[in-house]
Nanobody, 115 residues
Framework: QVQLVESGGGLVQAGGSLRLSCAVS????????VAWFRQAPGKQRELVAG???????NYADSVKGRFTISRSIGKNTVYLQMNSLEPEDTAVYYC?????????WGKGTLVTVSS
């Protein structure tokens, strides 16, 4: 059973930074595609950043140049470094992994950016 546990959310002022972490267990981490999604109140869940098993990355236009997705294969952990945060980045952030045709989700971590 694949499990994902996010951490690192919190309250930050606009212009500040946060680093989210997602600990992954239950499968071969290096074979997984991983991603961060977010869902703001009243809005649909959207892709923020993704990384293929081969390490290729992609980002939503709204976060390009500000957010960076990375991983530590040795620690089975995915990170999302978020810089220059804006109030519009306020949302619950979810970690996602794909392996063997299956999607797995964490429970999310709340990020609140005050103006």
């Amino acid at each position: 059973q694949v499990q994902l546990v996010e951490s690192g959310g919190g309250l930050v002022q606009a212009g500040g930074s946060l680093r989210l972490s997602c600990a992954v267990s239950g499968s071969i981490f290096s074979f997984m595609a991983v991603a961060w999604f977010r869902q703001a109140p009243g809005k649909q869940r959207e892709l923020v950043a993704g990384m293929t098993s081969g390490g290729n990355t992609n980002y939503a236009d709204s976060v390009k140049g500000r957010f960076t997705i990375s991983r530590s294969i040795g620690k089975n952990t995915v990170y999302l470094q978020m810089n220059s945060l804006e109030p519009e980045d306020t949302a619950v952030y979810y970690c996602n992994s794909k392996i063997g045709g299956m999607d797995y989700w964490g429970k999310g971590t709340l990020v609140t950016v005050s103006s």
